[in-house]
């Protein structure tokens, strides 16, 4: 007896959704999300107001957007995802859609439901992607991984500390605030 074939599903499966459905789509995969929760939007929310505020304060050419933001990985239509956080620094890459191609840097607020797809398979798909830089930051244990992809580096900070910014050569510096 043959293995049941799973669906394979493609971004016109996402847009096909009910309004106000959201969904992730990995390799063809569809993951449906639920709603943050307080810690989460106000993690997002700080970090998006003080990356924004950093560019504009620099004049950079970079675009810092928060989620729900429409990330399309691949040149295909089998993954699209959504991170908490987005800096694409190539504003080629950019159309009313979303982002084509990696971002940058990526951030992931990690929540009950998306733990291991943060942990494990977005880490994957945005290396292979191309991003430089990508943080997980995990409310449950306080602590941020940080992947600097281009160097290989790795490291691990509590909340409390100030985590240096690889795309900007660490002249941005983050302390994660939870309210």
């Known amino acids: 007896m043959p293995l049941e074939q799973k ?5 016109d499966d996402i847009y096909a959704l009910p309004d106000g459905v959201r969904a992730e789509l990995i390799d ?13 939007q ?9 990356i924004y505020s950093y560019i ?31 800096v694409i620094c190539d504003k080629s890459k950019l159309d009313e859609k979303g ?8 951030i992931e607020i990690v929540s009950q ?11 994957f798909k945005y290396q292979t992607a191309g991003v430089r830089e990508y ?8 602590q941020v991984i940080v992947y600097q992809f281009e ?7 509590p909340f409390a500390d100030e985590i240096p910014v690889g795309i900007y050569d660490g002249d941005l510096r983050l302390q994660i605030k939870t309210e």
């Open 7 to 11: 669906k394979q599903y493609t971004v």
């Open 28 to 40: 063809g995969e569809m993951y449906m999300m639920a709603p943050p929760g307080l810690t989460h």
């Open 42 to 50: 106000n993690i997002s929310a700080f970090l998006h107001n003080t």
């Open 56 to 86: 504009h304060s620099k004049h950079g050419e970079c675009v810092a957007l928060a989620a729900p933001f429409a990330v399309f990985l691949n040149d295909d239509d089998q993954t699209y995802v959504e991170p908490d956080i987005s």
């Open 99 to 106: 982002c084509h191609g990696a971002p940058d840097w990526v």
């Open 113 to 123: 439901s998306s733990r291991s797809r943060d942990y494990l398979t977005k880490l």
């Open 135 to 142: 943080w997980i930051v995990d409310p449950i244990s306080n």
């Open 151 to 157: 160097t290989g580096n790795v490291a691990s900070y």
